[in-house]
């Protein structure tokens, strides 16, 4: 397929504002909750009557789950997804799951025991364990971590099959000792009625996956319905829909992150391949939306990078696609040299960076802003999308300057442990009795000097 030479954003920092640019790219790949589309409008009016926004939409269908359960989720199901789906087949069949397994192909199938191994081999290797500090006279505390009893994944199922998403979120949870796993993804060809994703979830012993997706299927992991018991978090990717209904349901449940589209940096000098380079660019914008941008200080390397885009771009499945998302939302961004390249990552705080450079460690070092990072040429941002260890559910949308990708971590939750003698409370009785009487608390040190 012939498309004209691509329209991509460039921007000089010796004359453009970037800080301006950035700002404004991400607006418009975060989540918004406030804006109605023409289709929404249309979409909203035929389903609820009203041009509601998606904050309203979701408010909305999580209330009617809260308050009707079973009733509205399949009522949901049906007039948003226009999918068929009762009581008796929102739950995939220990039949399906099994002939599913059975009939998927034996490579596939060996790739996921591969790709399972590495990441228990990672994830089991950052599992918090127990600490325990003792200080005489006979003083034990100790942190003690257990992992949540139950589990909700998102798998998404609206544009494409993603097999690698039960991966990423599930073995994570199994390694922190995870014991219930509920999958939820949309009645569709790419979704729960997915070979290869049913495959992958009989692969890792998972025997709970529902038929539904958005809104809906979050409202039911947070709430719970007949025959689909609520869950203690809600982790895993998905639309506007449902990263709204997420932060709805916080507090209720625990979440992993409100994510937003998929965003790469690359950052590139002279002795990094142009080719390479384009080509994790295009692997970003092929999600569609995604934020594909290229951080240089190579006048020669970006227009090297602009070559490759475009003999590259003909060749994707997804190029009409790739090409709207890398003119709407890609930027190829000229700075003055490598500071300026790390102080503009810092600032943009990506969800993949991608460090092509002769001293990528040493850039490496000077960016703390990114989800998740990758070094040298041979380090495609793919490898830590399927393959690697690391989960790729990673923050977006600028919150990796707070935020962390997901791990075995954010399955386990921590409690202290404290153990004193009476000769060991003695000791410390009057420093208690003290802070217990400037904050006038005297039930409090009673409780202290009752004991001795």
Known sequence: MNTPNLNIQRFDTRHDNVSVVLQRLRQQLSPRGDVVSEAGRKKTMEVFGAPLTPAEVVQRICQDVREQGLAALLNYTQRLDHAAVDAASLSV??????AAHDNADPEFLATIRRIRRNIVEFQTAILHQDVVVQRPPNVTLRQRYTPLQRAGLCVPGGAAAYPSTVLMT???AQVAGVQQLAVV???TNFGANNPD??????ELGIHE???VGGAQAVAALAYGVDGMPKVDKIVGPGNLFVALAKKQVYGEVDIDSIAGPSEVVVIADDSTRADFAAADLLAQAEHAPGASILISWSQDLVEQTVTQLNAQVQQLSRCQLTVHSLEAYGALILCRDEQEACELTNEIAPEHLHIATEHAHRLCEKIVNAGATFLGNYSPVALGDYAAGPSHVLPTSGTARWASGLSANHFLRSSSVIEYSAEALGEIAADI?????KEQLTAHRASV????
Request: some cysteine.
């Open 209 to 211: 996956v529902y038929r």
């Open 433 to 437: 009795g003290r802070m217990a009487e």
């Open 170 to 172: 599930a073995v994570p």
């Open 93 to 98: 069949s220990e039949h399906d799951l099994r």
């Open 185 to 187: 993804a949309p009645p």
């Open 197 to 202: 994703i049913l495959a992958v979830c009989y």
């Open 449 to 452: 000097t009752i004991r001795k």
